[in-house]
């Protein structure tokens, strides 16, 4: 089964920047559009960006702003996520998963990755 590696995380001033590195173990990562999504303390997981199978095709939720930038390298079974601008309400720990649509594919990858904490001080 695919394991789901994230990694990047830190602490950081607002207005700083920070790449996050989704690294996954399986074979099928190049299949799958692949999203980045975030959970803040009290707060439900929502949906952050999503980069299709040929990274021809990106989305990204209302409140990045333009300041986040997805990308991927299937040759390394890899995905990033650029965050630029940071502000406090950033703060969140960042998952990333294979999608279908803004949505998390749990039928066929049920389990999430440790994820990686962002804390953007103010």
């Known amino acids: 089964q695919e394991q789901l590696v994230e990694s990047g995380g830190g602490l950081v001033q607002a207005g700083g920047s920070l790449r996050l590195s989704c690294e996954t173990s399986g074979s099928t990562f190049s299949n799958f559009a692949m999203g980045w999504f975030r959970q803040a303390p009290g707060k439900d997981r929502e949906f952050v960006a999503r980069i299709n199978p040929s990274a021809s095709s990106t989305d990204y939720a209302a409140f990045v702003e333009g300041r986040f930038i997805i990308f991927r390298n299937n040759a390394k079974n890899a995905m990033y996520l650029q965050m630029n601008s940071l502000k406090p309400e950033d703060t969140a720990v960042y998952y990333c998963?294979?999608?279908?649509?803004?949505?998390?594919?749990?039928?066929?990858?049920?389990?999430w990755g440790q994820g990686t904490q962002v804390t953007v001080s103010s």
């Open positions: 998963h294979p999608v279908v649509g803004r949505s998390p594919v749990l039928d066929i990858f049920p389990s």
